[in-house]
Every structure is written in structure tokens, then in C-alpha cells.
């Protein structure tokens, strides 16, 4: 009798910890934000009074440190890192291209045809994915690209 007892308590005390360690992976998900226009001072500090280190363009992706007050600490694809105001974000999906230079193409696979190729640093608006391509809007050029040309 005492064995089945403790035999289903450790079943529910395996399953608490399934349900903890896959709530945890959840949590642990990066968030990345986007810059919503031109020329937004990535800061050293959480404050206006602090020193500029760069001047960013809209769509600019930035990875999502850490959060204080109406601040939030930042990294980017080079992983510099500093704070932005909150408001200068959204959550829009951008991807900048982190390569020399990337293919786009007209579908989801290297066997489409080529439709252009993009500079490392360009910024392109994330419109959909599948599978590992990643469907692309830019003023100049439209189309697919593998996920690991561009960065996130």
C-alpha cells in the first residue's frame, strides 16, 4: 500500500516538473523588438542624460536584455548593447542581413529563381516564414531568404 502511494506521488511530482521545465522554456524565449523610425539614440544608460553610443534607423531588430521603468536594455546582431526608450520600439518583425551578401528568391527553396541579393546591414520587414526561409518586404526588393543569412 505505501509503496502505490509514493509511487504516485513521484508520478505527480514528475509530471510538476515536465510542466515547470516546459513553462520555463516558454519563459526563456528571446523577445526582439524593432526601431520605429530614423535616428534613435541607443543610450550607455537608462536616461536621456546618458552618453549616445549609436544613432539607429527604423526596422533596426534589437534583442531584448532587460527592462527598467520605461527603458529597456538592448542588444543587436553585433551584440553591442544599451537602452532605448520603450516607445522608440514596437514589436514589428524586422531581420537585418548579417553576411557579405544573400540571395533573395521568388519561393521558400534554393530551387526558385533568384530575384536579387541584399548587402550585409540591410534591414528587411519579416512578412512570413516556412521552414527555414524567411519571406521578405523591402522598398527595393520583395522575395525569400534562408534564416541564417539575416539575423534574428
Known amino acids: 500500500m505505501k509503496s502505490n502511494r509514493l509511487m504516485g506521488r513521484m ?6 516538473v515536465a510542466m515547470l521545465c516546459a513553462t520555463a522554456g516558454v519563459a526563456l524565449a528571446a523577445e526582439y523588438v524593432s526601431v520605429v523610425k530614423d535616428n534613435v539614440n541607443l543610450r550607455s544608460g537608462p536616461d536621456t542624460k546618458y552618453e549616445t553610443l549609436y544613432q539607429l534607423p527604423a526596422g533596426y531588430p534589437l534583442k531584448v536584455l532587460s527592462r527598467q521603468g520605461k527603458w529597456i536594455k538592448v542588444s543587436d546582431f ?5 537602452w532605448i ?7 514589428t518583425p524586422y ?7 544573400g540571395n ?5 527553396g534554393k530551387n526558385y529563381s533568384k530575384v536579387g541579393t541584399v548587402a550585409r546591414e540591410v534591414i528587411l520587414k519579416k512578412i512570413a516564414t516556412k521552414g527555414d526561409w524567411i519571406k521578405i518586404s523591402h522598398p527595393r526588393i520583395s522575395g525569400w531568404i534562408y534564416k541564417s543569412l539575416v539575423w534574428p
Open 95 to 101: 531581420v537585418i542581413v548579417k553576411v557579405k551578401e
Open 78 to 82: 553585433e551584440n553591442d548593447k544599451g
Open 85 to 91: 526608450y520603450g516607445s522608440l520600439v514596437s514589436k
Open 11 to 16: 508520478k505527480i511530482g514528475a509530471v510538476a
Open 104 to 108: 533573395v528568391r521568388s519561393g521558400p
